[in-house]
C-alpha cells in the first residue's frame, strides 16, 4: 500500500486552487462535450443559486491533520501548518452569538489538532444547538495528547460525525492509510462505552461512508442497513446514521481522477446523473464556510479551490453581515456537480 | 500553465468520444443506452422502467442484485454489462473475492449447460451403435 502525501509536499501543480478551477474549466467544458454547471442550473430554473435561512456555520480549524486519505478533498496532513487562530475563533463565536445560528459544524484537517479546540468547543457551547465535530475517530488513538478527548466531547455533547468508509480494514485502509481500520474500530469501542450511538444517551455519532474509487454511492438507506448489520456482528459496534457522501473532484481526489485516468468518465457520470429536486437541498444554501484564516466562502469546497463568494458580501467571518450574506449570489462550477449527482450529496449524507 | 499541468490536461484531453466505424464495442456507448428511444420511443420506455422495478430493493436487496447481474454480464458476454455491473458492485462494498465467485458461479452454469447435452449425445449413441 503506497504511502500517500499531501500535493503540497510533492509540489503538484493541483496543490494550488487556481490550477484546479483552471484544469475543471478545461478539457470537457471547454470544447462543448460537457455542460457547464452553471448553464444547467439555468435550464432549471435555478440560476443564480440563492441562499435560504442560515442555519450551520461551518467552521475549518486547519488543514493539519494526523492522516493523509486518498481521497482528500483538503489536502490535509501532517505537514499543512495553515491553523484557526483564537482571535479568529472568538470572531466566529460573536457571529453565532448574535445571529441566532443553530449548528456549528467543525472540520478540518483534523479539527482537534487546533491547540484552541477545547477552548473554542467550550466558548461556542452556550450559543448553539449543536456542535458537530467531524472526527477522523484516529485522532482519538493518535498518542497521549488525545486520549481524554471522547470525554470531553461527550461532557460537551459533541455530534460525531466520522468516516469510515468501509466496515473492512481492506478498503478502509486503501483509502485511508494502513492500520486507520483498526484504530477507527478501536475509537468506536471507545465512544460507544461513553454511549455514543447507543440509544436515549443523547450522545450521537454518524458515519460517513466515501466510495474508494471512481464511483458514485450506493442509496444510503441500504448502505446504512448493511453497515449497522456487520459492524454490530463483527464488532459488536453501534452508530446512528450513516451518510454517503460523493467524492469531489478536488485536490487529492482529482489528482486520482487524472492520474488513473478515470477523469472524465466520472465527470460524465456526475453530469449524466444531475438530479435537480437535490438542488433544493444543497448545503450551500443552509452552510457558510469559514476558512482557518477567516475568509468566508459558500462552501468547504469552494474554500478549497478559493471561490470567494459574492464580491458584495463580507468576505470575513469579522465583518458578517448577515442582511448582506443573504442576498448573496451562490459562486458555483464544476465541481458542483458532485453535490447534485444521484441522490445528491452533502455534509449531511443523501440529500433526496 | 507549466510542463506537468500540462501533461494531466493533455492526459484528460486524450480520450476518444468520436465515432470509430469498424470498432464493435466502444465503452462510451453505454452512456448512449438511453437513445435507443430515438428509434423507438414506446418499447424503450417500457423496457427501462420494467428494467428500473426490476433492480429496486425486494426481496432481495439491491446488493443482491447487483451481484446476481453481474454473474449473468459475464454469461451473456455483455461488455457494457459487465463495466456497469463492476461499478455497482464496487458501490456496494462488494468486494473482488465475491465478485469472481459471481463470475464462477455463472460461468459454472454455463459450462454445466453444454456439459449436460452431453447426455443427449450419449443416449443417441446408446441407441443407435451396436
Known amino acids: 500500500m503506497a504511502l500517500t502525501k499531501t500535493l503540497q509536499s510533492r509540489s503538484s501543480d493541483l496543490s494550488k486552487p487556481e490550477s484546479q478551477v483552471e484544469f475543471l474549466s478545461s478539457g470537457i467544458f471547454s470544447d462543448g462535450k460537457a455542460p457547464i454547471f452553471r448553464n444547467l442550473l439555468d435550464d432549471h430554473s435555478s440560476f443564480p443559486l440563492k441562499p435560504n435561512t442560515l442555519e450551520v456555520l461551518q467552521v475549518n480549524l486547519g488543514y493539519m491533520c494526523n492522516q493523509t486519505c486518498k481521497h482528500c478533498h483538503v489536502d490535509a496532513g501532517p505537514d499543512r501548518t495553515e491553523i484557526m487562530t483564537k482571535q479568529t475563533m472568538q470572531s466566529c463565536i460573536d457571529v453565532i452569538k448574535s445571529n441566532n445560528i443553530e449548528t456549528i459544524d467543525l472540520t478540518g484537517g483534523a479539527p482537534e489538532m487546533n491547540p484552541n479546540f477545547k477552548w473554542f468547543v467550550e466558548h461556542a457551547r452556550p450559543y448553539v444547538n449543536e456542535i458537530i465535530v467531524r472526527s477522523n475517530l484516529t485522532i482519538i488513538e493518535a498518542n497521549k495528547t488525545y486520549n481524554e478527548l471522547p470525554v470531553f466531547i461527550a461532557k460537551n455533547k459533541i455530534r460525531l460525525v466520522s468516516s469510515l468508509p468501509f466496515y473492512n480494514a481492506d478498503k478502509t485502509d486503501r483509502q485511508r492509510g494502513k492500520g486507520v481500520f483498526d484504530k477507527s474500530i478501536n475509537a468506536l469501542r471507545k465512544l460507544n462505552n461513553l454511549g455514543y450511538g447507543k440509544p436515549e444517551s443523547g450522545l450521537t455519532i454518524d458515519l460517513v461512508y466515501n466510495p474508494t474509487g471512481a464511483f458514485l454511492p450506493a442509496p444510503q438507506l441500504s448502505l446504512e442497513k448493511e453497515f449497522k448489520k456487520v459492524l454490530k456482528e463483527e464488532f459488536d459496534i453501534c452508530f446512528n446514521q450513516l451518510f454517503c457522501i460523493t467524492n469531489l473532484p478536488i485536490s487529492r481526489f482529482l489528482d486520482y481522477l487524472i492520474q488513473t485516468e478515470n477523469y472524465e468518465d466520472y465527470m460524465f457520470k456526475l453530469i449524466e446523473s444531475f438530479n435537480p429536486e437535490a438542488l433544493d437541498g444543497v448545503m450551500c444554501k443552509s452552510t457558510l464556510s469559514v476558512g482557518w484564516n477567516g475568509t468566508l466562502y459558500d462552501c468547504d469546497f469552494n474554500q478549497m479551490l478559493d471561490l470567494k463568494i459574492d464580491p458584495n458580501s463580507p468576505q470575513s467571518i469579522s465583518s458578517f453581515n448577515i442582511d448582506t450574506l443573504k442576498n448573496r449570489v451562490i459562486n458555483t462550477s464544476q465541481h458542483c456537480f458532485g453535490c447534485t449527482a444521484g441522490a445528491g450529496s452533502s455534509c449531511q449524507g443523501s440529500l433526496v | ?130
Open chain 2, 1 to 130: 500553465m507549466n510542463r506537468s499541468f500540462r501533461m494531466l490536461v493533455s492526459i484528460s484531453k486524450n480520450r476518444k468520444f468520436n465515432i470509430r466505424m469498424g470498432v464493435y464495442y466502444e465503452s462510451n456507448d453505454l452512456r448512449k443506452f438511453g437513445k435507443i428511444a430515438d428509434y423507438d420511443k414506446e418499447l424503450a420506455d417500457k423496457f427501462f422502467d420494467w428494467y428500473g422495478a426490476v433492480f429496486e430493493e425486494g426481496a432481495l436487496t439491491a446488493r443482491e442484485k447487483a451481484l446476481i447481474a453481474l454473474g449473468v454480464s459475464h454469461a451473456v458476454q455483455c461488455p457494457y454489462c459487465i463495466d456497469a455491473y463492476t461499478e455497482e458492485s464496487l458501490k456496494f462494498g462488494i468486494n473482488k473475492e465475491q465478485m469472481m465467485e459471481a463470475v464462477h458461479v455463472a460461468s459454472a452454469i454455463r459450462g454445466g449447460a453444454s456439459l449436460v447435452h452431453s447426455v443427449q449425445m450419449m443416449n443417441k449413441v446408446n441407441k443407435q451403435e451396436m
